[in-house]
């Protein structure tokens, strides 16, 4: 990764901040719930229901965290399996975006897919057409959409 990035596995003592990225990416909540205590219950709970669905659909995925000058600045996770490289989300504390950290992953991701000769796949919500644009200008081509969600792949160049 290029400085001044870097990514590091998640560690149980990330679970402050994990907490504070997770409530960073739900404004919908932030905004429908006025009670500070029951938004706090809630968030709590949707951030430990998409941990168990991450681990139930994709066991095998790794949690890094995306560092910028040493300071954590978000998260990706992502499944490695043989033959198949998907980064399962990718989130940015808003302070920090658009500082070329989502791209920088995504250039690595892509890197160690053509380096085992895997397709990089992920998902993207319809109604973040910053990222979608993010993933169209580093090649990524849609395979299919939902109401949701748009799957998109990036193939390497053959050697």
Known sequence: MPEPFALRERLESDQ?????????????????????????????????????????????????????SGDPIGRAVVDDAPGALHLVDIVVLPEARRCGAATAV??????????????????????????RRLYDQLGFTATSQDDMLTQMVWHSAPA
């Open 16 to 68: 402050q901040f994990l907490q504070t990225l997770y409530a960073s990416s739900r404004e919908d909540l932030q905004q429908a719930i006025p009670d500070a205590a029951l938004l706090q219950q809630l968030m709590a709970m949707q951030q430990n229901a998409q941990e168990m669905g991450f681990r139930h659909q994709f066991p095998q995925a790794r949690q890094w965290l995306l560092l910028r």
């Open 106 to 131: 995504l250039r690595a991701l892509q890197a160690h897919a053509q380096g085992h000769r895997q397709a990089l796949s992920l998902n993207v919500s319809r109604t973040n057409p910053p990222a």
